[in-house]
């Protein structure tokens, strides 16, 4: 059974997506140059009215889709408008104002839980060739497949191989909590001869960090060991507040390891460049972060190139699956360029748009048949946990917007000792049911 993405009303900003995707340019429109010219990004401006536009809200990529867009030209003769929007101006506020101003792009990128604000306004691309090639297709029950993916994102424990291997730890055994247990206390006594500051570069402080342990780490006790379309634990937090006492309890038991194996000056009062930073520089063998560190780690000068990969947060017996999937979607806008919108995106989802998004913007494909493996240091882990089936969704996104606000509070609580174990479950029962019905 193919593994599907539903979206769900929408509940909350992925504003942790935002941070996870790093900063850019602002708003920029440009249309595919001619060839050898230049794909620096233009001021805003308006879209000529050939061809078709899309609106991209990774501005890290504007270049690469303007080459993207290029090659289209070169391959096809159609015409793709790119239209970026990033850095201080967000996409879903400009979204809304280009449909006030009848300015919708043919393309535009949502969120999965962004979906029901365009009910009725999405293109149905059910049944295109493209969709039997990919697990990660946008699907909503009401309106059908509404969103292409062009990318995934991972989440699990971050790891630095050649200290795992220099240890003797295998990552692929680290399925249970007794397998965990056993490597943390094999790594922390050759700390010294690793160079390690600390097992774990966990960082638990609310206001630099608590969008990773209120949405990213708490979406391990949601999602942890499920198939890409379980719903189970986000269900039941949508569903009053609700959560399952016995998996909250042996998910606390394994924030508590980490807690324990953590450099202390970075688990109370660090921030997100000191945990990247420390990471990058050896300091630490595990990291709670995702793929959108890698840039940041290679880029510093610490970096000695060795490789990366994940590891489950098997906090039950059996966990082996890391989250992954795309950020966000290229959806159609049903009152545009239908037809040529569909005709792009199943050229995207062929080979000569595959080495661009993937060579070029080192982006991981989310397409069966892509041959390519992004330069993405975690790239080999990520598709390794793909190939296999070993992907849970990214439904953290889709929980009430702002709880993460009030989880990650709990994460520092229990991190700085002020809760212990059972506790901790008991208020974050507590805080996250008076939430829900506030």
Known sequence: MKKKLL?????????????????????????????????????PAAASGEGIRLLNGKPE?????????????????????????????????ELKKMYQADN??????????????????????????????????????KMGTIGFPYTVEATALAYNAEILEKAGVDPATLTSPAAWQAAVEKIDGMKADLGLTAVFGWCAEPANLGWSSGTHVFAQYLDAGLAQDDTTYIDMLNDGGK?????MTNFAAFIGMMNK?????????????????????????????GNWIN???????????????????????????????????????????VDDAKAFLQWVSDDSAQDILVNQANLISPFNDCKYTAADPFAESIMGYMAAGKT??????????????KTCQVFAEYAKGTLDQAQFVSTMAQVIASYYNQ
């Not at 510093?300 to 699956?321: H, L, Q, R, V």
Request: glycine share 10%.
């Open 7 to 43: 979206a769900v009303a929408l509940v909350a900003a992925m504003a942790a997506s935002l941070m996870a995707c790093g900063g850019g340019s602002s708003s920029t429109s440009s249309s595919a140059p001619a060839e050898g010219e230049a794909t620096e990004a233009a001021a």
């Open 392 to 405: 849970s969704g990214w439904h953290t996104m889709l929980k009430k917007d702002g709880l993460q606000n």
């Open 295 to 337: 840039g940041a780690v290679i880029g510093s000068p610490d970096y000695t190139g060795w490789k990366m990969g994940f590891a489950p947060y098997a906090f039950e017996d059996g966990i082996d699956t890391i989250i992954a999937g795309p950020p966000s979607f290229w959806t159609v806008y049903s009152e545009g360029k």
């Open 61 to 93: 990529i504007h270049d690469q889709l303007m080459a993207l867009a290029a090659k289209y030209k070169e391959e096809t003769g159609k015409v793709v408008n790119i239209e970026t929007i990033g850095g201080d101006t967000n996409a879903s506020d």
């Open 261 to 289: 194996y953590s450099d202390p000056d970075l688990l109370v009062d660090g921030t997100y460049d000191d945990q990247v930073a420390g990471f990058a520089a050896g300091k630490y063998a595990f990291v709670t972060q």
């Open 243 to 247: 959560i399952d006492e016995a998996r």
């Open 104 to 141: 919708m792009p043919d393309i535009f990128v949502i969120e999965a839980n962004q979906a029901a604000n365009w009910d009725g306004l999405l293109a149905d691309l059910t049944g295109e060739a493209w969709t039997n090639d990919t697990d990660y297709e946008l699907v909503d029950a």
